[in-house]
């Protein structure tokens, strides 16, 4: 389990190591630089922040910098909001975009259980035939589509939420569904699959035959086989919740991580870039890793070596 | 000939279900009207009309108008051949090189095919719609552009189940026989692994068309898309609503209308692959 462990986080890192060469010079290369103004700056002040900012280096020399700040944690400075680092940026925006994820998540599971099971336990029934049909309509949904419906719904006619001013319970209800939609729709779906096929085997018959109850029977043994396959996309999952955080964000005005990269990207604010593609890719590498791990104690059959 | 059946065979399990029969022919719709959009339409996609600015569906305006007086349904259309061609334009490519990469990658010996599939890990590793953004920025936030950058971040899929299939049929007795007679290795991928794949790589084709078009219409509408306000190909879906997002309050159907188009679109994708799924299955199949 140690070496597993040790293989895998040294494979992250060489992702991270990747994402990070590759950001840097995908952002290098674009046309345009962080301080264009529509009103050209004079060009002893261009020249003194780019000396500030180090830009007026060698990319290399640029890149090697930032590594070694990379390495003692340190993000850089943001070009746009002066006085304030990358670090400090992410330390007060993840909160939010993380609780947002959490939400979300934990409103597709609550949603995906029941229908899932539903569906899987009353196979070829007009309730597997709905669960899948609003499966269907939820994976279809851009989740701006359904961020705007429900704010028109709920915020304009009905005004029941307002839309905006992330902090109150009350503010976090529509942003949350409009993320966890997708993804609940997603898990319902496998989790009606894999439960059919795991309804169809030999040891559920055994178990029904012995005369267990159906709840025994469902949660049991049906429910703990039918794991694994959820567990494998959650990796995908956690990915589909991150991109689709920057557009609630967006929609919803919250203040994460996800609006900060939209406008860094078009400030060309390369630290900003940088940070936050970085800690989302570090997000879905210890994802990725923990779901990992979590096959060997639900799956005994899985060896991590 | 075995393809051509089994093609016939899937035609047949279509024409069972009506939900993929009209979801087939809503696609066929929207391709066939946006493609004859100037033939159709008397309006123009661009233009001032200063006396029909924001006016509802009506009968010469059925979809009613937007900020500029332009004709909604007619700025649908063309926004439709952004859309599609991105859509579709995407997953072929991405088609072509995942499914190149996934064959050599499942052919090769288990060393190459090792390192192969590291690259692959790397690239389902990376948060896509972020590299996405950076790579269009570079590439230019056109129709190609975009097509292009959405290419480089999807063609691992075809890569993967490509490569996933590849291995299982490599060890099948027909290739061997192949093998045997000495056949070469060109014509053992072409003739005997590659028609064998075509289900699961139709199936993941049809789920990608509505998953590009989603991520183009999505970035449009962040504002980090396609925007091109003058050109005949520089307004997709996903610009139309953020055009109508900022009216929403006062002027709802500026964004009803193409959040309709995109979202009716990737659903009649969806119900199509969900059949197409379903016939290709052998398991399903046998019932």
Known sequence: MGRFILRRLSHGLAVLLAVATLTFVLMHITPGGPFDREQRLPPQVMANLYAKYHLDQPLWKQYL????????????????????????????????????????????????????????????????????????????????????????????????????????????????????????????????????????????????????????????????????????????????????????????????????????????????????????????????????????????????? | MVAKKRFEELWQRLRQNQVALWSLAFIVLVVLSSSL?????????????????????????????????????????????????????????????????????????????????????????????????????????NVIGLLVSLAIVTWVRFARITRGEVLHIKESVYVEGARAIGASHARIILRHILPNIMGPILVTLTFMIPGVILAESTLSFIGLGINDPYGNWGTSWGTLAQDGWRAMRTYPHVIFFPAMAIFLTILSFNFLGNTLRDASDPKDRMK
């Not at chain 1, 569906?119 to 949904?141: P, Q, V």
């Not at chain 1, 359904?146 to 009905?158: D, E, R, T």
């Not at chain 1, 839309?163 to 109150?168: D, I, V």
């Not at chain 1, 049991?220 to 959650?234: D, E, G, Q």
């Open chain 1, 65 to 305: 910098l930032y590594l070694k700040g990379l390495m003692r944690g340190d993000l850089g400075p943001s070009y746009k909001y002066l006085h304030r680092t990358v670090t400090d940026i992410i330390a007060s925006t993840l909160p939010v975009s993380g609780l947002l994820g959490i939400l979300a998540l934990g409103f597709a599971i609550v949603v995906s259980l029941p229908m899932g099971l539903l569906a899987a336990y009353y196979h070829n029934s007009w309730a597997d035939r709905w669960c899948l049909f609003l499966a269907t309509l939820g994976i279809s949904l851009p989740n701006f589509i359904l961020g705007g419906m429900l704010i028109w719904f709920f915020s304009l006619q009905l005004g029941w939420f307002q839309a905006g001013r992330w902090g109150s319970p009350a503010s976090m209800v529509l942003p949350t569904i409009t993320l966890g939609a997708a993804p609940a729709a997603y898990l319902s779906y496998l989790l009606r699959s894999t439960l059919i096929e795991t309804l169809g085997e030999d040891y559920i018959r055994t178990a029904r035959a012995k005369g267990l109850k159906e709840t025994v029977v469902l949660f049991k043994h049906a429910m703990r086989n039918s794991i694994n396959p959820i567990l494998t996309v959650m990796g995908p999952l956690l990915a589909a919740l991150v991109t689709g955080s920057f557009v609630v964000e967006y929609i919803f005005a919250i203040p994460g991580m996800g609006r900060f990269f939209i406008t860094a990207v078009t400030d060309r604010d390369y630290p900003m870039i940088m940070g936050v593609t970085l800690v989302y890719s570090a997000l879905l590498v210890g994802a990725n890793l923990a779901v990992d791990m979590l096959y060997s104690v639900t799956d005994p059959r899985v060896k991590t070596q």
């Open chain 2, 37 to 141: 959009v100037s033939l159709l339409s008397p309006y123009s996609p661009g233009g001032l009309d200063e006396a029909h600015i924001l006016e509802r569906p009506s009968l010469s305006h059925w979809m009613g108008t937007d900020g500029l007086g332009r004709d909604l349904l007619t700025r649908i259309l063309y926004g439709a051949r952004v859309s599609l061609t991105v859509g579709v334009g995407t997953t072929l490519l991405a088609l072509v090189i995942g499914t190149a990469y996934g064959l050599l990658s499942g052919y090769a010996r288990p060393r190459v095919d090792n390192f192969l599939m590291r690259i692959v890990d790397i690239f389902y590793s990376l948060p896509d719609l972020l590299v996405f953004i950076l790579l269009s920025l570079v590439l230019g936030r």
